[in-house]
């Protein structure tokens, strides 16, 4: 008897510690790199003109960002609304980073039906966003976003450059700043 309970704690006592190890095992955190992202943080509230087409008109546009760390940090919800030109767009984005990659990566969604996916990067105080916006008739246009934040990143200022078969206008110019802090 005494041979098979010293067996038995011998298969019990591996297996728990095990469990153990596995219980106490660090988890998963963002990677750093998300911590540049973190200048976007709160609500903004932007202002300035865009121009839509190349040859459309310019119209005055007011930009409203809420932006926040959602599942556990590893991921950025930009909840949003486009007002100008007659119209009024709500949409979500999210940023993340990928490591394998080494990009800042981020999808986007418009109440219009327009989706785009683009890649950032940080030179300072500069972010430059990259990427097309695919819009609900199945026409792509390629843009270029610079934000230049101030020192203390609570104002910043953007310039849109976008190219559609060929031709290439300004879309955006905007300025802002950080009304509050994120709900």
């Known amino acids: 008897m005494k041979r098979i309970v010293t067996q038995i704690i011998g298969t019990l ?3 728990l510690s095990a469990v ?3 219980a106490q095992a660090r988890r998963p955190t963002p990677p750093a790199e998300l911590k540049k992202l973190d ?4 609500s903004w509230e932007l202002s ?3 121009r839509d087409q190349p040859a459309d008109p310019e119209y005055n546009l007011h930009w409203q960002l809420h932006e926040h760390w959602i599942l556990d940090g590893f991921f950025m919800q930009v909840d949003q609304t486009w007002e100008g030109g007659g119209q009024s ?3 979500l984005e999210l940023l993340s980073y990928d490591q394998g990659k080494k990009i800042y990566a981020d999808s986007g969604f418009g109440s219009d039906g327009s989706t785009w996916s683009l890649t950032a990067t940080f030179r300072g105080s500069t972010m430059t966003e990259r990427g097309e916006t695919l819009a609900p008739d199945g026409t792509t246009t390629r843009c270029r976003m610079t934000w230049v934040f101030s020192d203390d990143g609570r104002s910043v200022s953007g310039t849109e450059e976008c190219d559609k078969s060929g031709v290439r206008w300004k879309a955006v110019e905007v300025k802002g ?4 802090l994120p709900r």
Request: without cysteine; positive net charge.
């Open 20 to 22: 153990h190890a596995q």
């Open 48 to 50: 300035g003109t865009a």
């Open 13 to 15: 006592f591996p297996m």
């Open 89 to 91: 767009t709500h949409a």
């Open 177 to 180: 700043t950080k009304s509050g």
């Open 39 to 42: 200048v976007w943080i709160g």
